[in-house]
């Protein structure tokens, strides 16, 4: 079974940055679907960005385009999430998600319905003066 690990997060001033990283133990990332998701205190789980097993045309929520950067480097097995120009809305815990699907154009940021079989534990973003 696919097995993520998050790490990266922490407590930054804003306009800092971070980069989050979510690395796959066991099996290749290669094959799958990746997203990065974030839950804030009291909030429902937002999709933030993901990417396809093609890599090509990352998905990004409005409210991250622009400070936020996905990529994955299948060697290492790991899919990073370069935040830049942080904010205090962007605080959250903050979640890696995979899927594996035949289409290898295919990924998407939508939180709800359950489109991906993997999650891992996530690691906290605060953004503070």
């Known amino acids: 079974q696919l097995q993520l690990v998050e790490s990266g997060g922490g407590t930054v001033q804003p306009g800092g940055s971070l980069r989050l990283s979510c690395a796959a133990s066991k099996f290749t990332l290669e094959e799958y679907a990746i997203g990065w998701f974030r839950q804030a205190p009291g909030k429902e789980r937002e999709g933030v960005s993901c990417?396809?097993?093609?890599?090509?045309?990352?998905k990004y929520v409005d409210s991250v385009k622009g400070r936020f950067t996905i990529s994955r480097d299948n060697a290492k097995k790991t899919v990073y999430l370069q935040m830049s120009s942080l904010e205090p809305e962007d605080t959250a815990v903050y979640y890696c998600a995979a899927v594996w699907r035949a289409d290898p154009h295919w990924c998407t940021v939508e939180a709800a319905n359950g489109w991906y079989s993997y999650w891992g534990q996530g690691t906290q973003v605060t953004v503070s003066l």
């Open positions: 990417m396809s097993t093609s890599g090509r045309n990352p």
